[in-house]
């Protein structure tokens, strides 16, 4: 009775480690798992293309045993045996294929795997760079604001220190000002009474000097003996007589051009003896 015919594998088959990879392939993925998913690729392909080769082989080998059933040759048993190691040589590299296959899908999850971890420290390092940047601008504001806190608090000392420096200053100044003043307003007092003080100046030659009325002459020998004071005038009762009033201005000799005359002597000084030659006596103490 002969053997039931197996039914040939289907081919183009992939298996479900294959078909993940290549789902995954449609997404944006690095250079290393796509490069991994290549080479998966290729070996789920070449193990599919040696899987036909094993069927193909198996397909012959069981035509082969049915033809030496019916017909028991010696050509008949060595077309057994050929297809039969035929079959044997095809089915070993299918499964050399396999494991390649599996090399590949394990290579592709360790790319992943690889890329994934990439990514995660790529994220982190980006998180810490945006973390360092947040900081630095945060400091940066920090920094603004303690520097302007400081400036006003440096400027309202400082401007204290330079009120009570200025006051110092001014009140000294004040004092310098208020002794200058005081000098100069003395001095202009001094010049004030200094200028009325002095006789308007006269052109041409000045008179000459009166003689006093009271000077006796000097005579030589010890003087004489001091004449006794004479009675005082008796007082008068009532207001005291009023004074002679001094001679209108146009009985006045008008002024004449040139030297003035020379000063008339005055009248007490003559009934006075007239005068002697010699030493002039001496003037009584």
Request: hydrophobic share 50%; no cysteine; glycine share 4%.
């Amino acid at each position: 009775m002969a053997r039931p015919k197996k039914a040939p594998a289907k081919r183009g088959r992939k298996p479900a480690a294959a078909k993940a990879v290549a789902a995954k392939t449609a997404e944006a993925v690095p250079a290393v798992v796509a490069s991994a998913v290549k080479a998966s690729e290729k070996a789920h392909a070449a193990v599919t293309a040696q899987q036909a080769k094993v069927d193909a082989a198996a397909t012959k080998a069981t035509a082969a045993k049915e033809k030496a059933t019916a017909k028991p040759t010696p050509a008949a048993k060595r077309a057994v045996a050929a297809a039969n190691a035929k079959v044997k040589a095809e089915n070993t590299k299918l499964q050399a294929l396999k494991a390649e296959a599996r090399t590949a899908t394990v290579a592709v999850k360790a790319a992943q795997i690889e890329a994934k971890a990439e990514e995660v420290a790529a994220k982190a390092i980006a998180a810490v760079e945006a973390f360092e940047a947040s900081l630095v601008a945060k400091a940066e504001a920090d920094l603004a604001k303690a520097v302007a806190a400081f400036e006003a608090k440096w400027r309202k000392a400082r401007g204290k220190q330079d009120a009570a420096k200025v006051k110092a200053h001014a009140t000294k100044e004040h004092g310098k000002a208020s002794v200058a003043a005081k000098k100069l307003k003395a001095k202009a007092t001094a010049t004030a009474k200094t200028a009325t003080a002095a006789a308007p100046k006269k052109r041409g030659r000045p008179a000459a000097a009166k003689a006093t009325t009271a000077a006796a002459p000097k005579k030589r020998g010890r003087p004489a003996k001091a004449a006794p004071a004479t009675a005082a005038a008796p007082k008068k009762r009532g207001r005291p007589a009023k004074a002679a009033a001094a001679p209108a201005a146009a009985g006045a000799a008008p002024k004449r051009r040139g030297r003035p005359a020379k000063a008339k002597p005055a009248a007490a000084a003559a009934g006075t003896a007239p005068k002697r030659r010699g030493r002039p006596p001496k003037v009584a103490s």
